[in-house]
Nanobody
Framework: QVQLVESGGGLVQAGGSLRLSCAVS????????MSWYRQAPGNERELVAA???????NYVASVKGRFTISRDNAKKTVYLQMSSLKPEDTAVYYC??????????WGQGTQVTVSS
């Protein structure tokens, strides 16, 4: 059974930084694509950043230059470093795994709140 556990969310002032972590178990991870999504109240869940098994990354335009996604295959963990945070970044952030063997799995989400 694949499990994803996010951590690192919290309350931060505008302009501050947070680093989210997503620890994976039950999957090989090395061959898995990983991504971070977020969902603000009243909004649809949106893709924030993604990283392929080979390390290629892409970002939604609103976070380019501020957020960095990375992965540590030895630790089976994906990270989202968030800097220059804005109130509009406030949302529940979800980690997603896409495995060629295990399909798609989601974490439970972690709340990020940015105060102005």
């Amino acid at each position: 059974q694949v499990q994803l556990v996010e951590s690192g969310g919290g309350l931060v002032q505008a302009g501050g930084s947070l680093r989210l972590s997503c620890a994976v178990s039950g999957s090989i991870f090395t061959f898995d694509a990983m991504s971070w999504y977020r969902q603000a109240p009243g909004n649809e869940r949106e893709l924030v950043a993604a990283i392929s098994s080979g390390g290629s990354t892409n970002y939604v335009a609103s976070v380019k230059g501020r957020f960095t996604i990375s992965r540590d295959n030895a630790k089976k963990t994906v990270y989202l470093q968030m800097s220059s945070l804005k109130p509009e970044d406030t949302a529940v952030y979800y980690c997603k795994l896409d495995s060629p063997l295990r399909g798609t799995s989601w974490g439970q989400g972690t709340q990020v709140t940015v105060s102005s």
